[in-house]
């Protein structure tokens, strides 16, 4: 099993900047992607950024290109989103998410079927 521990998030105005944090502890062997999920109230869930454990690569949403940056800390399992130029519509719950494609083969993807391990999640909000 993987435990991820989330903080930050809050609420700031639109063109302001957040930032969240994720570790992950347990059988972090098993874990190749960490990065983040969001979901507003009434949409889908979207794969927002992911780095690849010591692997260099990084995933971002096409909606955060830009804007968004994830960085990590592999001694501590733990990854960093800042969220810079932010707008109302970044607005949602955003989960911490832990697993990668299988067997690690293939890069990080924001699709949730192929992360096993979330967060209780954090909210963000942006008011405009």
């Known amino acids: 099993q993987v435990q991820l521990v989330e903080s930050g998030g809050g609420s700031v105005q639109a063109g302001g900047s957040l930032g969240l944090s994720c570790t992950a502890s347990g059988s972090t062997y098993s874990v190749h992607c960490l990065g983040w999920f969001r979901q507003a109230p009434g949409k889908e869930r979207e794969g927002v950024a992911f780095a690849s454990i010591g692997g260099g690569h990084t995933y971002y949403a096409d909606s955060v290109k830009g804007r968004f940056s994830i960085s990590q800390d592999d001694a501590k399992n733990t990854v960093f989103l800042q969220m810079n130029s932010l707008k109302s519509e970044d607005t949602a719950k955003y989960y911490c998410?832990?697993?990668?494609?299988?067997?690690?083969?293939?890069?990080?993807?924001?699709?949730?079927?192929?992360?096993?391990?979330w967060g209780q999640g954090t909210q963000v909000a942006v008011s405009s």
């Open positions: 998410a832990a697993g990668g494609p299988l067997y690690g083969l293939g890069p990080c993807r924001g699709d949730p079927s192929d992360y096993d391990y």
